[in-house]
């Protein structure tokens, strides 16, 4: 919810109302009780919003409440989409950043006419806009209304509200976004789009500037010369000057190289910008390589400079393209948080200085686990328990598998324990077993799995292997409906 489209979302009803799709969108019989814990919000306000909901989206969705919890199923996504993006629309804040990105300039007192506020209900909205600029080091203006600063700033401040949400939609079918398109068929052709749309929407509103080496290094890239050359044959860019054009050539290639994937296509290795970005490269392949070893999974060093590469593209506009928005590091936070520490630690501990520790690490560390995510690396780190019969002794063998397969998520209890009272307050993803018939009530969320009778530890840990696999299928599928 804390996206910085979200964040600009001043009027308590909305707010709350994004706040149950959002959380209705990618979770199912959610009970009264469960909404208020993740929302902090009182079930007679959760049942109330719930009912405007039903009201505002009519046919579009159904809601509806059983004894396992409230569900949503959506009918018409294109209706869905629409009146969710309304919340947005609506928003005076949100209002006043459009206009000053369609570089439509009105006073304060305009806005008020506009707006129908009155002049110290908008100063107090604006010390909300003032604090979000204040984390892209921009200021506002207030004759006109408007916001100035660095641009490579004030371009990852639009950046982060229109292109990181899918509320706002560009529909750029430029020479240049196809030219891209035809050189890399396989890169998300709607990123490029968003790319090209800030930079036509900001050219000449603000100076760029990239150091020479940064120039240099990317002037032998041929996305860059494809770029410039695109450029300067387009009839709106007749009369910009030769070295803005490479300017903004420049900020397309790398925002393109920062965004896409390009799974090693570019030719251009970003992480041979300095030997501590070898370094740094190296020592998270050892890691990831350590890591996965046990689990069976592959480590490839190319995924990991790839990732890397995006990583450093970002750097060359300014480390706060690093940034992420706190929905996102809480994801990767939950996703696998011994190895999000561990990542942390690694990068804090190195003495040469890099652009990864300090303010952006956590970004850093979250963005790499969300790619190992998405390149089905890793799964959801859900809560795993075992239950075992009263006759069975599990052997440290057993026992280190366990450990291994299911790191800090694992509680091994057995049947002679109050398992009525453990059972019925998990709700964790999987519950393992070896007893037969296994007559306790399991909640509709947990997957019940029989631990069958094995002897050899080679098949053990190929059952726990394909526990993972499923875990992993799993999550991948949660995931594309986040």
């Known amino acids: 919810m804390d996206s910085l489209a979200t964040k600009l979302i001043l009027n308590a009803h909305s707010k709350r109302s994004l706040q149950l799709l959002m959380l209705l969108e990618v979770n199912s019989d959610l009970t009264l009780s469960e909404i208020s814990q993740k929302t902090n919000l009182s079930k007679r306000t959760i049942q109330a919003d719930l009912n405007d909901l039903r009201y505002l989206f009519g046919n579009a969705i159904d809601l509806n409440g059983s004894l396992s919890g409230m569900r949503m199923t959506i009918h018409d996504y294109e209706c869905y989409y629409a009146k969710k993006k309304l919340f947005f629309d609506q928003e005076p804040l949100i209002r006043m950043v459009t206009s000053f990105f369609s570089k439509k300039k009105m006073t304060l007192p305009e806005w008020g006419a506009e707006l129908n506020f009155s002049l110290s209900t908008l100063n107090r909205m604006l010390t909300t806009l003032r604090d979000e600029l204040a984390e892209y080091h921009i200021e506002l203006n207030t004759s ?40 890399f068929p396989d890169i998300s052709l709607k990123k490029v789009k968003k790319i090209i749309h800030l930079t036509y929407q900001r050219m000449g509103e603000g100076e760029l500037s990239f150091p020479v080496h940064v120039r240099e290094f990317l002037t032998n890239s041929y996305l860059y010369k494809e770029i410039l050359a695109t450029l300067c044959q387009m009839s709106r860019f007749k009369r910009v000057p030769y070295d803005k054009l490479e300017d903004e050539a420049f900020f397309i290639c790398i925002m393109v190289y920062a965004h896409c994937d390009f799974r090693g296509k570019t030719n251009v290795p970003l992480t041979n910008l300095s030997q501590t970005a070898a370094n740094v490269a190296d020592g998270l392949y050892e890691i990831l390589r ?16 790839d990732f890397l590469s995006r990583q450093y593209a970002k750097v060359l506009l300014d480390p706060i393209y690093i940034k992420n928005d706190c929905v996102t590091n809480k994801f990767a936070q939950s996703l696998d948080s011994d190895l999000f520490d561990y990542l942390k630690n690694y990068l804090n501990s190195l003495k040469e200085s890099n652009y990864f520790t300090g303010a952006w690490v956590s970004d850093f560390c979250a963005s790499l686990i969300v790619y190992l995510y998405l390149n089905k690396k890793i799964g959801r780190t859900h809560e795993i328990l075992v239950i075992l019969s009263n006759g069975s002794l599990i052997d440290e063998t057993v026992a280190i598998l366990l450990e291994r397969f299911f790191y800090r998520r694992l509680t091994i209890v057995y049947e002679d324990t109050d398992l009525e009272k453990k059972i ?59």
């Open 290 to 305: 350590e890591r996965f070893l046990y689990l069976g999974i592959d480590c490839d060093i190319h995924e990991v400079y």
């Open 144 to 183: 006109p209304l408007s916001i100035r600063g660095e641009e490579v700033m004030i371009r990852k401040f639009y950046w982060d509200l229109f292109c990181e949400s899918t509320y706002f939609e560009f529909d750029d079918s430029s020479e240049l976004s196809n030219k891209i398109g035809q050189l």
């Open 424 to 482: 019925k307050g998990f709700k964790g993803h999987l519950l393992i077993t070896n007893i037969i018939p296994f007559e306790y009530q399991v909640h509709t969320k947990t997957k019940l799995v029989y631990l069958p009778r094995i002897s050899k530890v080679t098949d053990i840990g190929l059952f726990f292997q394909s526990i993972l696999e499923d875990e992993l299928s799993f999550s991948h599928s949660q995931m594309m409906c986040d």
